[in-house]
């Protein structure tokens, strides 16, 4: 049976954005994602079918976990709306079959909080969770949502999941015309317990496909919400200028703001 890892073993470093302590991303950092997204050179294509690529990329630092990136073409869904759906974790059961629970945290800046999600896994295999600072950004008519790990002093590790580490992940989603749009998904997890690093690339190659089930989603309807009142879209604070009108990410500056890092550093939550 596999084993939980222990609450004390580190998170490890953030090896895309540079850094040891853990900051809300900058201009910077949302650039350096897109690059990465759109990036060919050193990306090793292993599935092309009916719209949808993914590509794997070992890491030299450690070249037994892998990078995975995906992209699909969606004809029938406008960016916007795409954009919606990946935040709206009220929604989130509606196409993702594996989410057993999600919800924010707290939120940091106009365009960053902190979240909580838990999947189911394929059986033998623990469930994981993860808790990660995850940011956002409109640029004109495409959207970037990122994430990475942090710990949480309120949500430690629960005996029965196994607490993965989101390295990097997020979406790249870009408008192709008023109503279609292309998704990239980008991701570097490690999902810890005691999988053999074989198994944990192995299986990922197989569930990036699975990004398909955002397909024609149907949120039309389901949006109406926001318009009638009923319920908020928090990830549009600030659009009528800030980092939605001018492409600007909200990150108080170079330093950030310190939540607890891998090290063990300060929260401010």
């Known amino acids: 049976m596999e084993k939980s890892a222990a609450s004390t073993e580190p998170q490890g470093p953030r090896p895309v954005l540079g850094r040891d302590s853990v900051q809300v991303p900058d201009d910077q950092d949302f650039r350096s994602f897109r690059s990465e997204c759109e990036a060919e050179a050193g990306w090793n294509l292993t599935y092309s079918k009916a719209g949808v690529s993914v590509w794997v990329q070992a890491m030299e630092m450690d070249r037994t976990l892998h990078k995975i990136k995906c992209r699909m073409e969606c004809r029938d869904v406008p960016a ?49 969770d993860v ?13 970037i949502i990122m994430n990475y790990s942090v710990k949480h002093p309120k949500y430690p590790p629960r005996k029965d999941l196994v607490r993965a580490v989101s390295i990097q992940t997020g979406y790249l989603i870009q408008s192709t015309g008023p109503k279609s749009c292309v998704i990239t998904y980008l991701a570097q997890v490690d999902p810890k317990g005691s999988l053999p690093k074989w198994v944990v690339n192995k299986s990922s190659q ?64």
């Open 80 to 128: 916007e709306t795409l954009y919606d759906v990946l935040h709206d974790i009220e929604y989130r059961k509606k196409w993702d079959s594996n989410v057993i629970e999600t919800f924010d945290i707290a939120r940091l800046t106009v365009n960053a909080d902190v979240g909580y999600y838990s999947w189911r896994c394929p059986k033998p295999l623990k469930n994981r």
């Open 131 to 143: 808790i990660t600072l995850r940011s956002w950004l409109p640029m004109g008519t495409d959207y």
């Open 206 to 269: 197989f569930l990036a496909p699975k990004v398909s089930g955002l397909g024609p989603l149907g949120y039309g309807g389901w949006g109406r919400g926001f318009r009638d009142g009923g319920r908020s879209r928090g990830w549009r604070l600030g659009a009528g200028g800030g980092a939605r009108a001018e492409g600007r990410s909200q990150a108080p500056g170079r330093r950030g703001r310190r939540l607890q890092s891998a090290g063990g550093d300060a929260a401010e939550t």
